[in-house]
C-alpha cells in the first residue's frame, strides 16, 4: 500500500480536477468524462504511475464516476418528464452490447493506442461543439429498425472507447434526428447508465500493470470517490453561472480547449 505521502498529493490533484469537471459539466452541458480521462492520464503521469496501462485506468475510472452522475442526471430528469423512455428502451440493448465491445478493446489495448483513439474522437467531439448548428437534421424521428440496430452499437462502443458518458455523442445524435434539446439532455443520461454499468463490472475484473495505489481491477477508488464528492459540490455551481451568462462564447472556448488536448494526445500516441 502507498503511505500517505504518495496519497496527499494525488487528493489535492483530484480534489482540482473534479471541481474543474464539475464547474464546465454544469456550465456548458458536456459530460465529465471528456474531461476526466485527459485529466486523469495527466494527473498519474505527474504523479510519476505512467505504465502502459494508465489509459485503461484513466477510462475505467471515468466510467464508474459516469455511473453515480448519470443516475443522479437520470433520476432528476425523470422529475421534470424530461426523459424519452420510449427512445432509452429501444436503444439501450444495442448501446450495451457496443460498451460490452468497446471494453473488449479496452482490455486489449495500451495506452497509445488508447490515446490515438482518444484523441481522434475528442477532436470530432470539439468540432461538433465548436462548429455545430441546433437547425441541422438528418431526419425527422430517432432511426428504428435495421437503421437503430447498427448504430445503437456504435454510441457505446465509441463512448467507452473514450471513457464518456452518453452526451457527447448521445445529444448530438438525438438533436439530429429532431428530439428537443432538453429531452436528448435527460436521455442520453440514460444512455451513460447502460454505458458505463456493464463496462465497469467488467474492468473491475481487468489486470492492470504498475496501476496507481488504491485500484481495483482498473477503477482507482481514491480518484472515484474525490471526483464524485467534488462533482456533487461544484456542478450546481456551474448551473447557476449557465443562467447568469451566455454559454455559448463559453462553449467555443471549450471546444478549443478539447481540440488542444485531442491534438496533443495524437502527439503523445506517436511518440512525439
Same mark, same amino acid.
Given at each position: 500500500?502507498?503511505?500517505?505521502?504518495?496519497?496527499?498529493?494525488?487528493? #489535492?490533484?483530484?480534489?482540482?480536477?473534479?471541481?474543474? #469537471?464539475?464547474?464546465?459539466?454544469?456550465?456548458?452541458?458536456?459530460?465529465?468524462?471528456?474531461?476526466?480521462?485527459?485529466?486523469?492520464? @495527466?494527473?498519474?503521469?505527474?504523479?510519476?504511475?505512467?505504465?502502459?496501462?494508465?489509459?485503461?485506468?484513466?477510462?475505467?475510472?471515468?466510467?464508474?464516476?459516469?455511473?453515480?452522475?448519470?443516475?443522479?442526471?437520470?433520476?432528476?430528469?425523470?422529475?421534470?418528464?424530461?426523459?424519452?423512455?420510449?427512445?432509452?428502451?429501444?436503444? #439501450?440493448?444495442?448501446?450495451?452490447?457496443?460498451?460490452?465491445?468497446?471494453?473488449?478493446?479496452?482490455?486489449?489495448? $495500451?495506452?497509445?493506442?488508447? $490515446?490515438?483513439?482518444?484523441?481522434?474522437?475528442?477532436?470530432?467531439?470539439?468540432? @461538433?461543439?465548436?462548429?455545430?448548428?441546433? $437547425?441541422?437534421?438528418?431526419?425527422?424521428?430517432?432511426?428504428?429498425?435495421?437503421?437503430?440496430?447498427?448504430?445503437?452499437?456504435?454510441?457505446?462502443?465509441?463512448?467507452?472507447?473514450?471513457?464518456?458518458?452518453?452526451?457527447?455523442?448521445?445529444?448530438?445524435?438525438?438533436? /439530429?434526428?429532431?428530439?428537443?434539446?432538453?429531452?436528448?439532455?435527460?436521455?442520453?443520461?440514460?444512455?451513460?447508465?447502460?454505458?458505463?454499468?456493464?463496462?465497469?463490472?467488467?474492468?473491475?475484473?481487468?489486470?492492470?500493470?504498475?496501476?496507481?495505489? @488504491?485500484?481495483?481491477?482498473?477503477?482507482?477508488?481514491?480518484?472515484?470517490?474525490?471526483?464524485?464528492?467534488?462533482?456533487?459540490?461544484?456542478?450546481? /455551481?456551474?448551473?447557476?453561472?449557465?443562467?447568469?451568462?451566455?454559454?455559448?462564447?463559453?462553449?467555443?472556448?471549450?471546444?478549443?480547449?478539447?481540440?488542444?488536448?485531442?491534438?496533443?494526445?495524437?502527439?503523445?500516441?506517436?511518440?512525439?
Amino acid at each position: 500500500m502507498a503511505g500517505i505521502a504518495h496519497f496527499l498529493p494525488m487528493l #489535492a490533484l483530484m480534489l482540482a480536477i473534479g471541481a474543474f #469537471a464539475g464547474v464546465i459539466s454544469g456550465l456548458l452541458g458536456v459530460g465529465g468524462g471528456i474531461i476526466l480521462v485527459p485529466a486523469f492520464f @495527466y494527473a498519474f503521469t505527474a504523479l510519476g504511475y505512467a505504465s502502459p496501462d494508465l489509459m485503461r485506468v484513466s477510462i475505467a475510472t471515468s466510467l464508474a464516476t459516469i455511473i453515480v452522475t448519470s443516475v443522479r442526471s437520470v433520476l432528476a430528469h425523470n422529475r421534470r418528464g424530461a426523459v424519452d423512455w420510449e427512445i432509452l428502451s429501444g436503444w #439501450a440493448p444495442g448501446i450495451v452490447v457496443g460498451a460490452v465491445c468497446g471494453v473488449l478493446v479496452v482490455s486489449r489495448l $495500451q495506452t497509445a493506442a488508447l $490515446q490515438a483513439i482518444f484523441g481522434g474522437l475528442a477532436l470530432i467531439v470539439a468540432l @461538433y461543439l465548436g462548429f455545430g448548428r441546433s $437547425q441541422w437534421r438528418l431526419g425527422a424521428a430517432m432511426p428504428a429498425g435495421p437503421a437503430r440496430l447498427g448504430v445503437s452499437p456504435v454510441v457505446g462502443f465509441l463512448s467507452v472507447l473514450m471513457g464518456i458518458g452518453g452526451g457527447s455523442f448521445g445529444v448530438p445524435l438525438m438533436s /439530429l434526428y429532431n428530439t428537443p434539446i432538453h429531452r436528448a439532455v435527460a436521455t442520453a443520461a440514460g444512455f451513460g447508465v447502460v454505458i458505463a454499468v456493464p463496462s465497469v463490472l467488467i474492468l473491475l475484473f481487468t489486470h492492470v500493470a504498475s496501476a496507481p495505489p @488504491y485500484t481495483v481491477g482498473a477503477v482507482n477508488l481514491p480518484a472515484f470517490a474525490v471526483i464524485i464528492a467534488m462533482t456533487l459540490i461544484t456542478t450546481p /455551481l456551474g448551473v447557476r453561472l449557465a443562467h447568469a451568462m451566455d454559454p455559448a462564447p463559453l462553449k467555443r472556448v471549450f471546444a478549443a480547449f478539447l481540440a488542444v488536448v485531442a491534438v496533443n494526445m495524437l502527439r503523445k500516441a506517436a511518440g512525439w
